[in-house]
């Protein structure tokens, strides 16, 4: 099964292609760690928890990932699990944080596909009418007041 591209020709789409710049891409990364946290605080997964939790600590204490290495390993692992769990919302939203554990840059095609992912998660509980403007409109204020 193939998943909808929800981000096409969006606000955020237009917004994503005139402002990215690589030298943010730390901004970026918070961003989006951000705006995936919304969906996690209204469509809680116990099993994504700690790796909220870590995600937040290392925004906030860049040394957290060498203090934490044997927590990381095992958060790596809960969310591995919860890319395969049977729950395909969960599945989104734990591709979004597995991308976010990897510290490698994240380039403009990436953050497109995050974006998607999560608003894949929210089409599975809300009608696309119900969330995709609003969504839009709150990314991109986001956007503009973040980057």
């Given at each position: 099964?193939?998943?909808k591209?929800?981000?096409?020709k969006?606000?955020?789409e237009?917004?994503l ?5 690589s030298?943010?891409?730390?901004k970026?990364?918070?961003l989006i760690?951000k705006?995936c946290?919304?969906?996690q605080?209204e469509?809680?997964f ?7 939790v870590?995600l937040?600590?290392?925004f906030?204490?860049h040394n957290?990932?060498?203090?934490l290495?044997?927590?990381l390993?095992?958060?790596e ?9 049977y729950c395909f ?5 734990a591709e ?8 490698e840059?994240l380039s ?8 998607n992912?999560i608003?894949e ?8 009418v ?15 007041e973040?980057?």
């Open positions: 099964m193939q998943t591209n929800w981000t096409a969006t606000k955020f237009a917004l292609n005139e402002v990215y710049d030298q943010y891409e730390y970026w990364r918070y760690f705006y946290s919304r969906y605080k469509y809680y116990n099993c994504l928890e700690n790796a909220f870590f937040e600590e290392e906030e204490d957290v990932r060498q203090l290495i044997k927590e390993k095992e958060i692992i809960e969310v591995t699990h919860a890319m395969g769990e919302s969960l599945n989104e939203i979004v944080i597995n991308r976010l554990l990897n510290r840059p403009k095609e990436e953050i497109q596909k995050m974006i992912h608003w998660a929210y089409s599975c509980n809300l009608k696309p119900l969330f995709v403007n609003r969504e839009d409109e709150i990314l991109t204020q986001l956007i503009t973040s980057i």
